[in-house]
């Protein structure tokens, strides 16, 4: 599994904007799929956005439009460009690298997650 490390959050104002950044060190970065979750207090960690190593996109209903997804794999970072955030955004967010299918749309079973970057979104 690729170790990585997101990084990026912060408290913010709704309708601000944050970027995340998910790092890995590993070389073979650029061949995965990468997909970011977030997980509010009490919740499940849901889907947020993905982009497979062709550079195509996925995003999930309620991000979609606001928050965009890309990827350096030179820099073997993903970004996850959140704009007008709301208060509902408000999560500790991951990310998870492998095969598509086994990474979107559901959480991969038995990952080894990071410790996340929380978000904070006031209103």
């Known amino acids: 599994q690729v170790h990585l490390v997101e990084s990026g959050g912060g408290l913010v104002q709704a309708g601000g904007s944050l970027t995340l950044s998910c790092a890995a060190s590993e070389r073979t970065f650029g061949t995965y799929a990468i997909a970011w979750y977030r997980q509010g207090v009490g919740k499940e960690r849901v889907f947020v956005a993905a982009?497979?190593?062709?550079?195509?996109?996925y995003y999930g209903a309620s991000v979609k439009g606001r928050f965009f997804i890309s990827r350096d794999n030179a820099k073997t970072t993903a970004f996850l460009q959140m704009n007008s955030l709301k208060p509902e955004d408000t999560a500790d967010y991951y990310c998870?690298?492998?095969?598509?299918?086994?990474?979107?749309?559901?959480?991969?079973?038995?990952?080894?997650w990071g410790q996340g970057t929380q978000v904070t979104v006031s209103s």
């Open positions: 982009i497979n190593s062709n550079g195509v996109k």
């Open positions: 998870a690298a492998g095969l598509w299918s086994a990474i979107v749309p559901n959480p991969p079973r038995e990952y080894d």
